[in-house]
Structure formats: C-alpha cells, structure tokens
C-alpha cells in the first residue's frame, strides 16, 4: 500500500467479541518495533486470546517474542530429557526425544494429558504467570484442538448475590492434585525440584485487571480446595463454578494449523486441549509462559 509504513499494516481481526482476536500482517520472527508490540499488547489486553497465523519461529525467536512481554517462566520439567530441550519451553508434545511418537503409557504422556483438564497455566504458582504463547509445529489431521473460556464473562454473568458470596475466597491450587485427577502420580514421579514448585499455594478466587477493571473468576484443575471450607462442599463450589464458566457461550475453540501460535491472558482465560489419536498422529507444539507481575526469573531458575 503506497503511502503507509510497514507498521500501519498490522490488522486486528476480532474472531469473538471482547475475547478472542486474530492479528494478521505480522512476521513474529522479526524483531517488534514499539508500534506492533502497542498494538498487541492492546489486544491482548482487551481480548485475552490473540492468534497468529502463518508464523515460522524458531526457539530462539519464539523466546525473544515472548520476552517483549515480561521475565519468562522456566518450564517446571526443565531438568528432564525432552524432545524439545530449553529451559524456557514447554514440550506439549507427544513425540520424545528419538524422534518417534511416544507410548501413550509413558510418564511424559501422562504428564501432558493434564492439559486436557480446564485450567490456567501456573495458577499452582505463588505468582502465577501472565501469559502463554503456544506455537503449533505438527498437528493432526483430526482433534487436539485447544479450547478457551473467558472467566470475565463468566464472572459477569454469575447473579449477584453468588458474587457476593464468593468474591472473597482463598483456594489453594495444587500441581500434584491436578496431575492426580488424570491418573499421574506426582509423588512418585516428581524430582525434589519439581516438587518444590509443585507445593500448594494460595490464590484469589476472584481477581481483577488493574488495566481494564474487569473481575473474573480464577479457578481450573489446579484448584484443590476452597480455605475454610469443609472438603465436600468446597468441593461442589469449584465443581459448579468451573461448570458454569465453562459453558459454550464462553468458549472459544481452535482448531490448529501448522505456524499458528496463540497467546492468552492466563489471569481471565482458562483453556484445555482436546484429545486426538495420539498414537497414530503427532502433534508438536512449544509453549514459552510470561511470569506474572513481581515474578523473579532468576530466582524461579535456581530451583
Ligand atoms: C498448554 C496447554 C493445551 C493443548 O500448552 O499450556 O494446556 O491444547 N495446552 O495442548
Ligand atoms: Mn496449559
């Protein structure tokens, strides 16, 4: 287009109102000039699901991306062997090290299939992140799709007197407890490490951007229990919650090309990925996850 610079091309497509949208006219592979990186950390903030299509990043490029957006969280399995090797990404893969597709029994497998559950990453954290980035290299011809919920609608749409009766609650978030609930047993396959990341801590039920004022609900596999609770009731809670804020007018689905990377806002947005014949097709993505606000990278390293 004569007359307009490079940066006036970047196109913001909403795919689902205030929710999801899609940026077009973008190479991520490029160093972001200010203007771009305005323009989608905006959207980003207004929407909460942001998708990239037609992207070709390497590691390297993928963590650079993500860096314009904060400190990087290492991955919590960052000491073990994996078909993608750097501290700052999350293998979702189901292919190992060799190459080849691994055994649905495996523990990497077994790890991953958590995923499948709805929740947040990092909420098992003490500052939990802001951000993930998920970048689709392989993916099959059917299934594994991800899907995403926005906690703000659903908060929006709780009856006040329900918002007033949760507003205030602790619920303390556990990995080991959400790996549990897919089988995975964390005491006997966790490292001291991991372990330590693993322990519980304690997050808001309801949070709210100091950017856009907006509450919502902050709850998903990793919720184990609500403080001052008994066990069965605070149980039914979070189980009624998730239920409601996980019907479909709140969920987005994503069914994933090759090149597509998607960033969501992990303190509105819940996802979960969707099951595919996982030992029939490969599915190769990456994730890099942004540290929330006062997260210390350097110390979250040294574990
Ligand atoms: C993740 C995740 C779901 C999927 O990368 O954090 O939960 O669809 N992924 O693979
Ligand atoms: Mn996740």
Redesign the pocket.
Known sequence: MVGLDEDEMVKITPVQKNFVTMIEDIDLSCTLNRHDLEIITNAFETFGVVIFQSQSISIEQQIAFSRRFGPLEPSVRRHRKRAINNVYI?D?SNVGPDGTIMDEASEAMSYNRG?QLW?S?SSFKKIPSKA?L?YALETPPSG?E?EFCDMRAAWDSLESQIQIKIENLTVEHSLAYSRGIMGYNAEKHFSKAEKIEASPVLQPLVRESDISGRKSLYLGSHASQIMGMKEKESRTLLDTLLTHASQKQFVHVHAWSPGDLIMWDNRCIN????PWSSQKYRRV?R?TTVGGEGFDEEAALAI
Do not use: A, P
């Not at 996802?271 to 969707?274: I, Q």
């Open positions: 999350s979702i995923n929740h990453d993930s998920l594994g991800t996802h979960r990925g969707r993505m994730r």
